[in-house]
T-cell receptor, first 112, second 115 residues
Framework: AQRVTQPEKLLSVFKGAPVELKCNYS??????LFWYVQYSRQRLQLLLR??SRESIKGFTADLNKGETSFHLKKPFAQEEDSAMYYC??????????????FGKGTTLSVSS | KAGVTQTPRYLIKTRGQQVTLSCSPI?????VSWYQQTPGQGLQFLFE???????NKGNFPGRFSGRQFSNSRSEMNVSTLELGDSALYLC??????????????FGPGTRLTVL
């Protein structure tokens, strides 16, 4: 079954500390993985996707197929990083359509 | 470019009624997907439309339906509302082709409350 697991509901860190938001997935094919972020009172927006290999707002994520993980990392957290983070997987449907399968999300709280 | 818009933003209905939600995608986007967000279940995929055809459907009862118009605008309908249908309904648009490779952009959502 296709599934995305984010084991932590809440992650609290101090400003300047490293951050790692965990994401594990279960998928039989070659996955397309994303991280979405939702800041307070804002819409859900794409943070990064693994195929682009970009670093957005200092965040990076590496796909580890052996461990079926796609953890999100940032070396030095900022207070403005406080938000809800969702890991998501694109599931290819038989009809050649697509659906995003989301994890339950992790709230990141960065305090000074 | 204007982002994805959804109307109405808030809706209150009673059990047994039906409701129609609307989504206008980003100009040029041909795919519209719908998601239900609840505190307990998180974000769950409802269905996806591409060029007026339903291309994918999530695991929701037949009371949930949708359609897409020739201008790519989409509506979703929920009939015989139940208390458990209270949720934030999100719409996302993307170019849609090739499937599975492009980014989805989300609207602000419609908050549905069923009393």
């Amino acid at each position: 079954a296709q599934r995305v697991t984010q084991p932590e509901k809440l992650l609290s860190v101090f400003k300047g500390a490293p951050v790692e938001l965990k994401c594990n997935y279960s998928y039989s094919g070659s996955p397309e993985l994303f991280w979405y972020v939702q800041y307070s009172r804002q819409r859900l927006q794409l943070l990064l996707r693994h195929i682009s290999r970009e670093s957005i707002k200092g965040f990076t994520a590496d796909l580890n197929k052996g461990e079926t993980s796609f953890h999100l990392k940032k070396p030095f957290a900022q207070e403005e990083d406080s938000a809800m983070y969702y890991c998501a997987l694109i599931a290819q449907a038989n009809q050649a359509g697509t659906a995003l399968i989301f994890g339950k999300g992790t709230t990141l709280s960065v305090s000074s | 470019k204007a982002g994805v818009t959804q109307t109405p933003r808030y809706l209150i209905k009673t059990r047994g009624q039906q409701v129609t939600l609307s989504c206008s995608p980003i100009s040029g986007h041909r795919s519209v997907s719908w998601y239900q967000q609840t505190p307990g279940q998180g974000l769950q995929f409802l269905f996806e439309y591409f060029s007026e055809t339903q291309r994918n459907k999530g695991n929701f009862p037949g009371r949930f339906s949708g359609r897409q118009f020739s201008n790519s605008r989409s509506e979703m309908n929920v009939s015989t509302l139940e208390l458990g249908d209270s949720a934030l309904y999100l719409c996302a648009s993307s170019l849609g082709y090739p499937p599975g490779t492009d980014t989805q952009y989300f609207g602000p959502g419609t908050r549905l409350t069923v009393l």
